[in-house]
């Protein structure tokens, strides 16, 4: 479906994307993962033709995209991060005007009008577009990018700013629409990836640090972790150096280990002796998230 052949960027002095190469297929949801700043956006844009790669390909159905002159969008959908409408329109008015922008019918589009509000949650809303919410403009955005019925949906960063509610109602929505289109999805909260990405590629120093599908990465690189949360942050900060191999988020601990019980008899010793509070430790098997971390601290 979709071909990356050694992609670079530059911006001035600065590398984003260095040598990126991958290859999209058909039907699946493809998780673009990376940190904030890694350069997901910029490739994205260079797949849509708004941007110029410095070097490099992307061939989408086999026709490659051409910076300004973009005949392959005609099979492209997009929802960027902070998607903009009319505001004093309806949302059923915009799916209107999208279809009409587009060159469809006029009742295909009233027919899609309908049935992607319905799909999306939106159905019969009659509020303006400058009174959504949040959620409501990126679930429009779902819808309008699917008008022209794409082979391919790319959504930039579409859960980040949205709430616990939000976001699953977002990943709901692409999980439905996995049959109808490829999907590709940026984002740096790792845990919507493992929830609904077929196969994910990290990217990471302007290179794909890993890529593959979601189960074999989880499988390759499993292990068993011990979650370890302290009372306090200044508990916290006493323990930190005495843990060499663990990942730090406020005063959770995630460390890897080879022997489990080893490693508990360890850090309890170590709590005794510095008089640290336990709040709690678990047995975990490591995530898409402790992959990730894994992956850029190595």
Known sequence: ???????????????????????????????????????KTTLMKIMLGLLKADQGDVRILGESVRFG????????????????????????????????????????????AKRYLALVGLPFNRKR?????????????IAQALIHQPKVLICDEPTSALDPVGRREMIEILQKIKH??????????????????????FLHN??????????????????????????QMADAEKLKPLLTNATQS?????????????????????????????QSIEIEQSTLEDVFLEVIQS
Not at 4 to 13: A, L, N, P, R, Y
Not at 92 to 112: A, N, P, Q, S
Not at 129 to 141: A, D, E, V, Y
Request: aromatic content about 8%; overall charge neutral.
């Open 1 to 39: 479906m979709i071909h990356i052949d050694h992609i670079h960027k530059k911006f001035g002095t600065h590398t984003v994307l260095n040598d990126i190469s991958i290859k999209i297929e058909e039907g699946q949801i493809f998780g673009l993962l990376g940190q904030n700043g890694a350069g």
């Open 129 to 141: 577009i400058g009174g959504f919410s949040r959620g409501m403009k990126q679930r429009l955005g």
């Open 180 to 201: 109808e289109t490829t999907v590709i999805f940026s984002t740096h909260i790792l845990s919507d990836a493992e929830k609904i990405c077929d196969c994910v590629a």
């Open 69 to 112: 002159n973009t005949p392959t969008n005609q099979h492209v959908g997009y929802l960027p991060d902070v998607p903009s409408f009319y505001p004093y329109m309806t949302a059923y008015e915009y799916l209107l005007f999208c279809g009409e922008v587009t060159g469809l019918d006029k009742k295909v589009r009233v027919e899609r």
């Open 206 to 231: 302007g290179t794909f640090q890993l890529s593959g599908k979601v189960s074999d990465i989880l499988k390759q690189h499993q292990k068993p972790i011990l979650r370890v949360v302290v009372q």
């Open 250 to 278: 406020g005063t959770t601990f995630t460390i890897p280990s080879t022997n489990l019980l080893a490693t508990q008899q360890q850090i309890f010793e170590q709590c005794i002796q510095q008089q640290i509070a336990i």
